[in-house]
């Protein structure tokens, strides 16, 4: 893993707890470790994804990060991978809202009625071959005659 510095933090901590006025810029994640976008960079990033820009190109990604990095450090890897990563966010959370709605269809209408390729009426050991057996035999409406 490239680009973190465990060693760095770990003396960051130790500075933090000893001195409160440590003028290291440690907690905005500038020096080692993940990219942490700030508040400004997410929302701009999300309006651009929301205008429709789902894969920018080469070009537009160093445009938008160029632009970004006037809210603080961010590279043109930070803006390729927050790209990739929210559109499959969404494409995860549409994939889970379709499959809530089928198993809502799918539990109503397995009250209502089974599916037809279902019921097998040539197997007389299966339950519905038994049910349309017994309703030929015993239909209630021939009682009423």
């Known amino acids: 893993m490239s680009g973190f510095c465990i060693a760095k933090a770990r003396t960051h901590l130790r500075n933090s707890s000893n001195n409160k006025n440590n003028s290291n810029d440690y907690g905005s994640g500038t020096k080692c470790g993940r990219w942490n976008p700030t508040a400004e960079q997410v ?3 999300t309006e651009l994804f929301r205008s429709g820009l789902r894969t920018p190109s080469t070009d537009q990604i160093q445009k938008i990060s160029s632009q970004l990095s006037f809210y603080g450090k961010i590279e043109s890897k ?3 991978y927050w790209f990739q990563n929210h559109k499959a966010r969404e494409r995860q959370k549409r994939r889970r809202v379709n499959l809530d709605d089928n198993d809502v269809v799918l539990s109503s209408s397995s009250i209502i009625s089974p599916p037809s390729n279902l019921i097998r009426r040539d197997d007389p050991f299966s339950s519905s071959a ?3 057996s017994t309703r030929r035999f015993f239909n209630p ?5």
Do not use: E
């Open 43 to 45: 929302k701009v990033l």
């Open 78 to 80: 930070n803006v390729f």
């Open 130 to 132: 038994r049910c349309t």
């Open 141 to 145: 409406t021939n009682l009423s005659s």
